[in-house]
């Protein structure tokens, strides 16, 4: 499985780009137009079906981790969520999840009523309280290196109380609290 790739662009098209990598050109579906340099790192998703091998990428772990999300609600594929990441940024998405805010994916081509209220009804509870998605991601990757599932760490996320700021008194509160399947 692939996590990143990094290499030199060769082409460029509305929807993809070819990265090359030591004489392989990986066909890689992303907003070209954020794509400023010819040097460049991607954190991939692939899509495996049984006619197609695509690679999906994306500049920060960040926006991965995102667009992962929004793939994994019904009615919403790679190109749809691609989509929806090429024209609202990451936090947009996690502030229009967290506010039922349904326009703001009724805006991007290919999503309706039925696809936007299914992103927000089915992703809610995963960005519930997440005001800061990447300080989430470093404490549960602490986490799962300690053997925790992603599950147990999504509930304990919520649930961390509102007075803690620093990120290790919100892991050491964590490990205290959550409870282990």
């Given at each position: 499985m692939l996590y990143y790739i990094s290499g030199k662009i060769t082409k460029k098209s509305k929807?993809?780009?070819?990265?090359?990598?030591?004489?392989?050109?990986?066909?890689?579906?992303?907003?070209?137009?954020?794509?400023?340099?010819?040097?460049?790192?991607?954190?991939?998703?692939?899509?495996?079906?049984?006619?197609t091998y695509d690679l999906y990428g994306f500049q920060t772990e960040e926006e991965l981790k995102i667009f992962e999300s929004l793939i994994s609600v019904?009615?919403?594929?790679?190109?749809?969520?691609?989509?929806?990441?090429?024209?609202?940024?990451?936090?947009?998405?996690?502030?229009?999840?967290e506010k039922s805010n349904i326009a703001i994916f009724k805006s991007v081509s290919g999503v309706g009523n039925k696809v936007a209220g299914k992103i927000i009804i089915?992703?809610?509870?995963?960005?519930?309280?997440?005001?800061?998605?990447?300080?989430?991601?470093?404490i549960s990757e602490v986490l799962t290196s300690l053997g925790y599932k992603q599950q147990e760490i999504i509930n304990a996320i919520k649930q961390i109380p509102s007075n803690l700021t620093e990120e290790d008194d919100k892991i050491k509160w964590m490990i205290k609290n959550i409870k282990k399947s």
């Open positions: 929807s993809f780009i070819i990265l090359d990598l030591n004489g392989l050109g990986y066909k890689i579906f992303t907003d070209p137009t954020k794509i400023n340099s010819d040097e460049i790192k991607l954190f991939i998703h692939e899509s495996i079906k049984e006619d019904n009615g919403v594929g790679p190109k749809v969520g691609l989509a929806i990441m090429t024209n609202i940024t990451p936090d947009q998405i996690i502030e229009a999840i089915e992703l809610k509870s995963k960005f519930e309280n997440l005001t800061d998605f990447s300080a989430s991601d470093n």
